[in-house]
């Protein structure tokens, strides 16, 4: 079997199956259509006993926890404490959103609010 038709019979497989986060396919996240279908596409199972199936989680869960510690490190690398003083002006970040408005010209930003008190 040559690799563009393996390749091929792969990118079927993983198109048809579900993404466990979504909940749907990534062909249809990322084209808003379904995929086309093929018959009898499934994924490849893995033989082995109860211990290797244990070793392959705790692999995968270590793998998981640095590469979420790596990047929350990466995200937090340029966040500064910020600490507010009573009597300072400040802006409070807007969080809701106006439906069926353009976010671009949304007011960001309420304010300035004198701070009265700080926790």
Not at 33 to 58: F, M, N, R, W
Not at 80 to 88: A, D, P, W
Request: hydrophobic share 35%.
């Amino acid at each position: 079997m040559c690799w563009p038709h393996m390749l091929q019979q792969c990118q079927i497989v993983m198109n048809q199956a579900l993404h466990t986060s979504m909940g749907k396919q990534l062909y249809f996240a990322f084209s808003r259509y379904p995929p086309i279908l093929a018959d009898g596409a499934c994924l490849p199972s893995v033989t082995g006993d109860e211990d290797d199936l244990a070793l392959a989680h705790d692999l995968i869960h270590d793998t998981h926890q640095k590469r979420s510690q790596r990047y929350r490190d990466v995200a937090n690398r340029k966040q500064r404490n910020q600490s507010v003083k009573v009597g300072v002006l400040v802006w409070v970040k807007r969080e809701t959103e106006f439906p069926s408005t353009i976010q671009k010209l949304n007011v960001k930003w309420n304010g300035p609010y004198k701070v009265i008190k700080v926790k």
